[in-house]
């Protein structure tokens, strides 16, 4: 038997977001896979209706196409079915900033950032209408640390660590969950796809882990989950850090180091 809601997962094809579109179905929601290989999306649905008894649809979308970046925004906002949106489809690269070709970069914050923000307005306005409902975006740890030397790729990744605080102060009130997911390095083809050797990475979390860590965050309704992260205590000191600098930058004189005087 089905769940009430029905989840859309974007990048589940693979990975992550394949991986979510399991579990997802295991709990018995209904399921909208998006990605652009439309043999693996059709192979998965077809064994998440057997194993599961559930129905998924499958949906074609290069989301860094206009075209069909709507399509799965059209969805999104007129399919009353759908409350849970997994923003979870994204790409890395190699390279430094200097190498990257400035239309790779684009590409790049293209899927991660405008694509993501897209789907999130698009389905949040009805979530907030129905007083119900949860979108999950995918971040990294990634967009905590410049240090890391993904420059572009962490840069799209602090964009949904801070859009999904925003949306989850705007949109809790009104009865949606905001989640954002930050993982570390993770097994999936994302760093065979970038060409990045995945056996130069010193630690890896096997994609089962990460997702069903990040579905105890979900269900405990927790903003930002990081499954790496052994001392959550280390999170809630950054916030209260980052907490701290609001009285003093909210400030109509500017500080004194930087008057003529100083
Ligand atoms: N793996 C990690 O170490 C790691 C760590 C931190 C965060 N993340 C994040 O987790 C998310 C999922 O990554 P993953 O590791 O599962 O990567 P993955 O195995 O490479 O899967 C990426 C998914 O996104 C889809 N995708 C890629 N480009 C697309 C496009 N233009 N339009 C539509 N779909 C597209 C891919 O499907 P098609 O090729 O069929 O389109 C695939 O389903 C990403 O946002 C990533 O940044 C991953």
Redesign the pocket.
Known sequence: MSSSKTVLI?????????TYAARFAQRGHDLVL????KG?LDALAAKLREAHNVNVDVIQ????QTSDLNRVETRLRDDAAIGILVN?????QSGSFIEQSTDSVAQLVT??TTALVRLASAIAPRLAQAGDGAIIN?G?V?GLAPEFGMTVYGATKAFVLFLSQGMSLELTPKGVYVQAVL????R????D?AGIDINTLSEIMEVGDLVDAALVGFDRREPVTIPPLQDAARWDDLQGARQGLLAQIKQSQVAERYTAKA
């Not at 993982?183 to 993770?186: E, R």
């Not at 999936?188 to 760093?191: A, C, G, L, N, Q």
């Open positions: 974007t990048g589940a094809s693979t990975g992550i977001g394949a998006v990605a652009r290989d693996r979308a290069d989301l860094t979870n489809a994204g790409a890395a899927l991660n995918i990294s990634v993982p570390a390095a993770t999936t083809e994302i760093w796809r």
